[in-house]
Nanobody
Framework: DVQLVESGGGSVQSGGSLRLTCVAS????????VGWFREAPGKEREGVAV?????????FYADSVKGRFTVSRDDAKNTLYLQMSNLKPEESATYYC????????????????WGQGTQVTVSS
């Protein structure tokens, strides 16, 4: 069975840092664009950061997180990461990892696999 399992969420104060991890099983992420999305209560799911295949040298970030978040991948471990720093209260949300084939983008359409989500809460 295909699975994406996130971990690393939790509660931090504003300005703090967290590192999210997503371990994939049942398929190889090596041929997939993988990344992170988030969904806050009452808001649409939005793309946070994605990283393309081929060594992970190409990545895309939402404007709101550029310079503070870093997405990375380890295809040998079938794992992706999201390092988040200087977190803000408005970034409290459930964070989902995702995988899609084809064009790598921050749009949630065409995502083939989703994780179950991990909660991130940032207090002021």
């Amino acid at each position: 069975d295909v699975q994406l399992v996130e971990s690393g969420g939790g509660s931090v104060q504003s300005g703090g840092s967290l590192r999210l991890t997503c371990v994939a099983s049942g398929f190889s992420i090596a041929s997939y664009c993988v990344g992170w999305f988030r969904e806050a209560p009452g808001k649409e799911r939005e793309g946070v950061a994605v990283i393309a295949t081929g060594g992970g040298s190409i990545d895309f970030y939402a404007d709101s997180v550029k310079g503070r978040f870093t997405v990375s991948r380890d295809d040998a471990k079938n794992t992706l990461y999201l390092q988040m720093s200087n977190l803000k209260p408005e970034e409290s949300a459930t964070y989902y990892c995702a995988a899609r084939r084809g064009v790598c983008s921050l749009r949630s359409s065409s995502v083939e696999y989703w994780g179950q989500g991990t909660q991130v809460t940032v207090s002021s």
